[in-house]
């Protein structure tokens, strides 16, 4: 658990906590970018994503943070991949929702 970085372990604890497959944080999702997603499960392109400092005016909030978020969020889904984004008061839907997209995939 030590790649875990700031409060998104938020997610990775919920998700260990309904005994759930893990998965793998701080995954790089490009190659020829520094993008790495909280969490993702590469074998099924899912991603999760914590958007701290919704609250705050934190980095995922301002302008140039925002703005580079869409653009790695964009690419990836060009890329096929599915990412779920959660802010603090979103946790107790990270578990169903992965649930529900885990068995799609």
Not at 59 to 79: I, Q
Request: net charge positive; glycine share 8%; hydrophobic share 35%.
């Amino acid at each position: 658990m030590s790649k875990i970085k700031g409060h998104s372990y938020k997610i990775f604890d919920r998700i260990k906590g309904a005994n759930m497959e893990l998965p793998v944080p701080e995954y790089r999702v490009c190659a020829d970018r520094r993008w790495r997603f909280d969490f993702a499960y590469p074998d099924k392109k899912i991603a999760l994503e914590y958007e701290g400092g919704t609250w705050s005016k934190g980095r995922h909030t301002r302008g140039a943070g925002f703005a580079k978020d869409c653009e790695k969020y964009n690419r990836a889904t060009v890329d096929g991949w599915m990412v779920l984004r959660y802010t603090v008061n979103m946790l107790d839907m990270v578990v169903p929702d992965l649930q529900s997209v885990l068995v799609k995939k």
